[in-house]
């Protein structure tokens, strides 16, 4: 069995961890940046970036891999497709096991493995997942100017979503599943007062189709078998996020009721030594800019605790 030891290992290689590796790999710790698919996280899924600061807008994939190549310039080491199979958090030398043949020990731990918007599960979604289909308003709103799109979900984020993407879209459908909304009466109400939007409630997304981008959707209604079809440029869809956290859950690390990390304003959990940064943690707003500044953080503290 191969075995390491480094001042610092970073599990995930998106926005947060890649940030963290830069910080701490500048600040002359010996740096592992482990990833179970492919370095960029969920910036590799954003087919443009138009909103990162002092960035011209570009590909998600091409950020991520900017990201990455400077992170391996200050010296990090990243291993991609990785499957952690034991982890020892709770002790002053961390000890990860990797792909059942590796073991690395370091003192310090980063937590930055991401999360995921739920998702429909139904044909064409993985396909065109990008390509029409976006879970991020924020992210993608403005490539929709004077498109027609539809919303799915019927909890706040998807009410409110919904509303904010009429400053783009000529016409929102909000496709929900019951006949009534989960979200606030406010945001209720200001989604029902906007002209640009539309119901279809008892309803479910069969089917995405289109060939390079989305095209149209096929849907049921629920309550009377019926379905239909309709022309689309794009769909947002807000049914939900999963913090990619499963991997914690016999490690002492505290997660909420959401299976989101808990952390302090450092970024530490209720471990010492082991720091959670981005999307996996408990926060409100998630784009590629917070989790960079989570990353920061979570170096800088990690830095702190390296030289103490």
Known sequence: MKKKTYDAIIIGAGAAGLTAG??????????????????GGQMILTHQVANYPGVPSTSG???????????????????????????????????????????????VVIIASGGRSRMLQVAGENELKGRGISYCATCDGDFFQD???AVVGGGNSALEEAVSLTRYACKVTIIHEFDHFQAFDHAVEAAKANDKINFIMDTHITSFKGKDSLESIEYKNLKTGETQSMALDGCFVFIGYQ??????????????????????????????????????????????????????????????????
């Open 243 to 308: 913090p990619n956290t499963e991997f914690l859950k016999r490690t002492g690390v505290e997660l909420n009721s959401r299976d989101e990390i808990m952390t302090d304003e450092d970024l530490q959990t209720n471990i010492p030594g082991v720091l959670a940064a981005g999307d996996c943690r408990m926060k409100k707003v998630r784009q590629i800019t917070t989790a960079v500044a989570d990353g920061t953080i979570s170096g800088m503290k990690a830095l702190e605790i390296i030289h103490r």
């Open 22 to 39: 830069i910080y701490l790999s500048r600040g002359k710790a010996s740096v592992l940046i482990l990833d179970t698919a492919i370095p």
């Open 147 to 149: 498109k027609e799109i």
């Open 61 to 107: 994939y091409a950020l991520s891999q900017t990201m990455k190549e400077q992170a391996v310039s200050f010296g990090c080491e990243v291993e991609s497709n990785v499957s952690i199979s034991n982890m020892i958090l709770d002790a002053d030398h961390k000890q990860i096991e990797v792909n059942n043949d590796s073991v690395y020990t370091s003192k």
